[in-house]
């Protein structure tokens, strides 16, 4: 079974610095991987996702991951954090041996933008 | 604009009470999963369906919870009895056989007192 790591539950960064967000993975076969975002009081809303091809993934909101599978790592970025990205993040996998299979969620990382 | 659409989005109950929620899935999305958000345990998978057909309930205490999909519109989850730990956000996501993404409800967030 796949498992995924965020190793930060919280993370404050300055308005307009950059930040990572950090996701590893777990999984004894290829995987999709997602980095979804949930505002307050909303559902989970999907940034980005990466399937096959370019490991470098461009989302919403001026975010991007790279996939890294010797590390298996799917970390999140954006050069240039605004207030309004202050929400919680999660990063999901995939399993593709099963069809059907479900979405396997990290604990997530509460990103704060600070004025 | 597309959703997946879940009532009510606020049910306080008492203990021992039955809850139903429903979830909408956005048409022609054939899998729908449940998950239970709480600060302690994060996002839980309950159950998940495909084509209407239950594929994976192990994540859902038996006892009390139930998992339905009367038709291809409508998936509900229940709870009866409820019990004060199942005080939670509830979501309900729906995808397409390609399983490349899932699309969640805004939650239903169940207080039992």
């Known amino acids: 079974a796949q498992s995924v790591t965020q190793l930060d539950s919280q993370v404050p960064v300055f308005e307009e610095a950059p930040v990572e967000l950090r996701c590893n993975y777990s999984s004894s076969v290829s995987v999709y991987l997602f980095w979804y975002v949930q505002y307050p009081n909303q559902g989970l809303q999907l940034l980005l996702k990466?399937?096959?091809?370019?490991?470098l993934v461009k989302g919403i909101n001026g975010f991007e991951a790279e996939f890294n599978k010797s590390q298996t790592s799917f970390h999140l970025r954006k050069p240039s954090v605004h207030i309004s990205d202050t929400a919680e993040y999660f990063c999901?996998?995939?399993?593709?041996?099963?069809?059907?299979?479900?979405?396997?969620f990290g604990p997530g990382t509460r990103l704060s933008v600070l004025p | 604009d597309a959703r997946v659409t879940q009532t009510p989005r606020d049910k306080v109950t008492e203990m021992g009470q039955e809850v139903t929620m429903r979830c909408q899935p956005i048409l022609g999305h054939n899998t729908v999963f449940w998950y239970r958000q709480t600060m302690m345990q994060g996002l839980e998978l309950l159950a998940y369906f495909r084509n209407r057909a239950p594929l994976d309930d192990s994540g859902m205490p038996k006892d009390r919870f139930s998992a339905e999909m009367p038709d291809a519109t409508l998936a509900t989850l229940k709870i009866q009895p409820s019990e004060p730990r199942d005080s939670a956000v509830y979501f309900c996501a729906s995808g397409r056989d390609s399983n490349t993404e899932a699309f969640f409800g805004q939650g239903t967030r169940l207080t039992v007192v």
């Open positions: 999901a996998v995939s399993d593709l041996r099963n069809y059907g299979q479900n979405f396997v």
């Open positions: 990466y399937l096959s091809g370019s490991t």
